[in-house]
């Protein structure tokens, strides 16, 4: 997994980069529920390179549980 629905944030392992089709930057590290515009390309890694700080995620079920509705 690469999203903690619960805390709403992506895990701090997981790196994320997101641009527009003009090669600018947009975050959505500080709030992934954010709309984006059209045309954004986002590249996640799981298991970024150079991220040493790791943390377990969350069961399955509570998972579920907390995009039921979302």
């Not at 999203?3 to 600018?24: E, S």
């Not at 529920?33 to 045309?39: A, F, S």
């Not at 799981?46 to 995620?57: L, V």
């Amino acid at each position: 997994m690469v999203y903690n629905p619960v805390k709403n944030r992506f895990y701090r392992q997981v790196a994320v980069t997101t641009y527009t089709q003009l090669g600018q930057m947009v975050n959505v590290r500080d709030d992934p529920r954010n709309e984006l515009p059209d045309g954004v390309t986002i590249v996640l890694i799981p298991g970024g390179g150079c991220i040493t700080d790791w943390e377990e995620a969350i069961r399955y079920d509570e998972f579920l549980e907390a995009t039921q509705g979302v």
